[in-house]
């Protein structure tokens, strides 16, 4: 078992910078973090991810070089940081976590715990 809790979300103006949190906690030990999205009316979609033991990152090619995914062991905490948000990016952010050891995925289906979201409001 994994409970993971947001936050840090947020309204913002477009071109602004927000820091999620995920803190993490359990018995299970989650090989992988990972931040996915999901817009009113859309499916939910990868943003980034992280490898804990390692640091390995993946990022969705529509926030590379804007967002960074990271991680400090030592409070069981992960980070996205948004940089330059556009109003589009406005949506539900979830926490994740992958508990099995197969690798950085972007598909939601290969996580096994979830958080409850935050809501990031971009205005333009």
């Known amino acids: 078992q994994v409970q993971l809790v947001e936050s840090g979300g947020g309204l913002v103006q477009a071109g602004d910078s927000l820091r999620l949190s995920c803190a993490a906690s359990?018995?299970?030990?989650?090989?992988?973090m990972g931040w996915f999205r999901q817009a009113p009316g859309k499916e939910r979609e990868f943003v980034a991810a992280?490898?804990?033991?390692?640091?390995?990152?993946a990022y969705a090619d529509s926030v590379k070089g804007r967002f960074t995914i990271s991680r400090d062991n030592a409070k069981n905490t992960v980070y996205l940081q948004m940089n330059s948000l556009k109003p589009e990016e406005t949506a539900v952010y979830y926490c994740?976590?992958?508990?099995?050891?197969?690798?950085?995925?972007?598909?939601?289906?290969?996580?096994?715990?979830w958080g409850q979201g935050t809501q990031v409001t971009v205005s333009s």
């Open positions: 992280i490898r804990w033991t390692v640091g390995r990152t």
């Open positions: 994740a976590a992958d508990t099995t050891a197969w690798g950085i995925r972007a598909d939601m289906r290969a996580y096994d715990y």
């Open positions: 359990g018995r299970s030990f989650p090989y992988t």
